[in-house]
């Protein structure tokens, strides 16, 4: 799989926006990104996906770059309740194979 | 049930017992997969099962390590011989599977936090 690149913590201030990064320069053209955290003492839980356009859902907004070796999972006003591991993962569209965990992104969210 | 669903919650054990974690998938799931994360650590792929097809095992750390699926229901994860690196949270995860949404996401359980003393 594809690998990616993620900064090990991240700060942000309360009811600011957050932007994570990810680079994924292997990517290749059938590989979704998805983005996943982890709170506290709990399982992961899904945030988003996108292929080349730029996503929004109830959570985030994920910006894709032009050439898809990175992207930006974007959290428009950060909450406590948002401290997190986030994880960047890419998931090959062609073959059903198992979620590759990296080291992901430490939040903590600073009141 | 609404989600995946693990059992036991927390499991205490002695060095050198044999121990069974429980995964429920939702209904309809034909993928399940299986994690282990240590104190502060990210998550350690063990294992992955898509529909009838052949398991992919190649995250199991050692022959003590096994795993069942019958179908598309329960899994069971068995530790024999536990050591004390077996320590960690054992996470299930399902998701629709190859053919229906497999790049949609996947849902964890709460885990199995196994402490071997």
């Known amino acids: 799989d594809a690998k990616t690149t993620q900064p090990n913590s991240m700060e942000s201030n309360e009811e600011e926006p957050v932007h994570l990064p990810c680079n994924h320069s292997?990517?290749?053209?059938?590989?979704?990104i998805h983005w996943y955290r982890q709170l506290p003492s709990q399982g992961p839980e899904y945030v988003i996906h996108?292929?080349?356009s730029n996503v929004n859902n109830r959570m985030a907004s994920l910006a894709i770059a032009e050439d898809r070796k990175s992207s930006t999972l974007i959290l428009h006003r950060a909450t406590l309740r948002d401290a997190a591991v986030y994880y960047c993962?890419?998931?090959?569209?062609?073959?059903?194979?198992?979620?590759?965990f990296g080291s992901g992104t430490q939040l903590t969210v600073l009141p | 049930g609404a989600g995946v669903s693990q059992s036991p919650s927390n499991k205490v054990t002695e060095k050198g017992k044999d121990v069974e974690l429980r995964c429920d998938p939702i209904?309809?799931?034909?993928?399940l997969y299986w994690y282990r994360q240590r104190l502060g650590q990210g998550l350690e792929f063990l294992i992955y099962?898509?529909?009838?097809?052949?398991?992919?095992k190649s995250g199991l750390p050692s022959d003590r390590f096994s795993a069942e699926r019958t179908g598309e229901s329960v899994s069971t994860l068995t530790i024999q011989r536990t050591q004390q690196e077996d320590s960690a949270v054992y996470l299930c995860a399902s998701n629709p599977g190859v053919g229906r949404g497999r790049n949609t996401e996947a849902f964890f359980g709460q885990g199995t936090r196994l402490t071997v003393v």
């Open positions: 292997t990517i290749s053209g059938t590989d979704y």
């Open positions: 099962f898509q529909g009838n097809s052949a398991p992919d």
């Open positions: 996108g292929l080349t």
């Open positions: 993962i890419l998931r090959d569209s062609g073959s059903a194979r198992q979620l590759t």
């Open positions: 209904s309809g799931h034909t993928a």
